[in-house]
C-alpha cells in the first residue's frame, strides 16, 4: 500500500485539505488536492494543491510568496479529508488577511458580518503574529544565504557573543524609552528588541515558531 492509499479521494478526484497553523493552531484555508498534489506535498514538504476553477495543480505562494511549509499530514477516520499542520509565511487568504476564516455568521442570522481579524486597514491586519513568522524565514535565508552589504548577514558573521551584547543594549533602549521618552520611541526600541531577540534564536539553531507555541500554550 502507498502512503495516499489511505486517502478515499472522491468521484473527481479529490480530498478536501484543510491547513492549520502549525504555532497557532488557528485555521487558515480549505482547498483541495488530488493524487499528485498530495504526493508532491509529502515529497517537497510544500502545499500543493488542485485548483478546480483553473483546473490544474498550484503551489501555495507560488504568485505571492505566501508559501506553506508542511510539518504534517493527517487523514481523517473515513479518509475522506486532510489536515495540514503548515508554518505559513505571510497572510494564507488572497485577501491579505492571516485567515480565510475572517467572517462570522451574524447572531440574527441576516448576513454575514466581518469578525475579529477583518478589523483595520489590511496593512494593519498584516502587522500582527503572522510578520514574526515572515521574519523569521527572512532571518533564516541570511542565515543560510549571507548577502553583501546586509546588516543581518553581517550581525551573524560577528557570531554569538555581538547578538548577545545587541539583545541586552536593546533591552536597556526599551527600559529607558518607557522611562523618558514617547510611545512612539518606546514601539520603535521594541521592534528593535524583537528583530534582535529573532536573530539570536535563528543564529542558535531554534525555530522562532518555537517560542510562539510556547506562548500558546502558556495561554491555554
Known amino acids: 500500500m502507498t502512503t495516499t492509499d489511505a486517502v478515499a479521494f472522491d468521484a473527481a478526484g479529490l480530498v478536501t485539505a484543510v491547513a492549520q497553523d502549525a504555532s497557532t ?35 501555495k505562494g507560488e504568485e505571492s510568496g505566501h508559501t506553506q511549509r508542511v510539518r504534517d499530514v493527517r487523514v481523517d477516520c473515513d479518509g475522506d479529508a486532510l489536515l495540514l499542520s503548515v508554518d505559513q509565511v505571510g497572510p494564507a487568504c488572497h485577501t491579505g488577511r492571516p485567515t480565510c476564516f475572517y467572517r462570522s455568521i451574524a447572531d440574527d442570522g441576516t448576513g454575514i458580518r466581518a469578525g475579529d481579524a477583518a478589523v483595520g486597514p489590511p496593512a494593519e491586519r498584516a502587522a500582527g503574529p503572522e510578520i514574526l513568522r515572515e521574519l523569521g524565514e527572512v532571518l533564516a535565508d541570511r542565515m543560510r544565504a549571507p548577502r553583501r552589504g546586509s546588516y543581518t548577514s553581517g550581525l551573524f558573521g560577528e557570531g554569538l557573543a555581538r547578538l548577545n551584547e545587541k539583545v541586552m543594549e536593546e533591552a536597556a533602549e526599551v527600559t529607558k524609552a518607557a522611562r523618558k521618552e514617547t510611545p512612539g520611541r518606546l514601539v520603535e526600541e521594541t521592534a528593535d528588541l524583537w528583530f534582535h531577540s529573532l536573530a539570536l534564536l535563528v543564529h542558535q539553531g531554534v525555530d522562532p515558531g518555537l517560542v510562539f507555541r510556547e506562548l500558546a500554550r502558556r495561554r491555554r
Open 25 to 59: 493552531g488557528a485555521v487558515l484555508m480549505v482547498a483541495y488536492m488530488n493524487r499528485e498534489a498530495l504526493e508532491r506535498t509529502l515529497a517537497t514538504g510544500q502545499a500543493w494543491y488542485w485548483s478546480r476553477r483553473r483546473r490544474r495543480l498550484w503551489r
